[in-house]
């Protein structure tokens, strides 16, 4: 079966920090662009951060740069998102995908999300006090 996993979320006050994995089972992640996407309560699903296969390419939305960090470790077929500095506005329920036939760009995150359906779980992420 073919999937990919996020771990790591947890509540974590203001400013503080946390470490979002994406582990795959089934294929390996080293062809394909991989994103990091939200969805906050009450809002639509928001493209965060992507990491190109095989060209070190990132992409951060300008709300998060800065703060995150994207990288992989092909090796282990996982990608990390770090996440710094954390604010209120950063919880959100946080998803990777692959991009599908999408470069790692901000018009690949944003579209993406209109074609992909097959999200994961998640993991939450609660910033606050």
């Known amino acids: 079966q073919v999937q990919l996993v996020e771990s790591g979320g947890g509540l974590v006050q203001p400013g503080g920090s946390l470490l979002l994995s994406c582990g795959a089972s089934?294929?390996?992640?080293?062809?394909?662009?991989i994103g990091w996407f939200r969805r906050a309560p009450g809002k639509g699903r928001e493209g965060v951060s992507c990491?190109?296969?095989?060209?070190?390419?990132?992409y951060y939305t300008d709300s998060v740069k800065g703060r995150f960090t994207i990288s992989r470790d092909n090796a282990k077929n996982m990608v990390y998102l770090q996440m710094n500095n954390l604010k209120p506005e950063d919880t959100a329920r946080y998803y990777c995908?692959?991009?599908?036939?999408?470069?790692?760009?901000?018009?690949?995150?944003?579209?993406?999300?209109?074609?992909?359906?097959?999200w994961g779980q998640g993991t939450q992420v609660t910033v606050s006090s």
């Open positions: 089934g294929f390996t992640l080293d062809l394909h662009a």
């Open positions: 995908s692959t991009l599908g036939y999408y470069h790692c760009s901000g018009y690949g995150l944003r579209t993406w999300i209109y074609e992909y359906n097959d």
């Open positions: 990491i190109g296969s095989n060209d070190g390419t990132t």
